[in-house]
């Protein structure tokens, strides 16, 4: 009867651990000389998806599975919460080995957090998806950029570029938010809700100093 509470507390120790990660990952990439995400597209997202760790590979059909979480702005009040979320996905054919990368996504607009209140959504499926441009002052007007719902970006073996995640699929982490907030939220209850875990500070600290938003 022990081992359930021990296990609980593990799983929320690895949560919150990852949630340190995506503070750290985002960091590294905004702090990178000339390899960071674009300024003007960080000022205009509406939310950022952080995943530390995406695993991607097998002996006889590829596949990819990643746990992380999407911080969305709140309205007049900055950054709001996180909530955990899982990227899940595959494509056929031998693919021989196993990797890890660290993936990014900006989403964009309404549509794009429309999507995200959803239990689930497929990337460049139900939501429109691009590479994302790579480059502090990098020149981000491009049609892509411009109309995409997300953009992405992934980091593998210190190289930070645009990357592709089509078909990969995007649902809410009932027990992560579990283990931050003792409750089995979605992911439209943890960014409705307002309640931030104090393990947060580090990340919601990082998307202020490198987001900040242009006033009229």
Not at 123 to 129: D, M, Q, V
Not at 150 to 156: F, K, M, Q, T, Y
Not at 161 to 175: E, H, K, Q, V, Y
Request: hydrophobic share 40%; proline share 5%; with cysteine.
């Amino acid at each position: 009867m022990a081992a359930m509470p021990l296990l609980a507390a593990s799983g929320a120790q690895k949560t919150v651990d990852r949630l340190r990660d995506a503070a750290s990952l985002f960091q590294e990439i905004m702090t990178a000389p000339d390899r960071s995400i674009p300024q003007e597209l960080l000022s205009r997202a509406s939310c950022v998806v952080l995943v530390p760790g995406l695993k991607k590979g097998a002996l006889m059909g590829g596949g990819k599975y990643g746990k992380g979480f999407v911080v969305c702005r709140a309205p007049e009040q900055g950054w709001g919460p996180p909530a955990a979320i899982r990227v899940e996905g595959g494509s056929f054919g031998l693919q021989v080995g196993f990797s890890s990368s660290d993936v990014v996504l900006l989403i964009m607009n309404q549509r794009g957090m429309d999507r995200l209140m959803q239990s689930k959504f497929t990337i460049g499926g139900e939501a429109t998806a691009a590479l994302g441009p790579v480059g502090r002052d990098a020149t981000a007007q491009t049609d892509a950029s411009m109309t995409a719902e997300i953009l992405s970006w992934s980091r593998s073996h210190g190289v930070f570029a645009g990357a592709s995640l089509d078909g990969s699929t995007l649902r809410t982490d009932i027990d992560g938010n579990e283990a931050l907030y003792g409750k089995r939220w979605n992911t439209r209850d943890v960014l409705r809700g307002g309640a931030t875990p104090p393990a947060a500070a580090a990340l919601i600290d990082a998307l202020t100093k490198f987001s900040m938003r242009k006033t009229n």
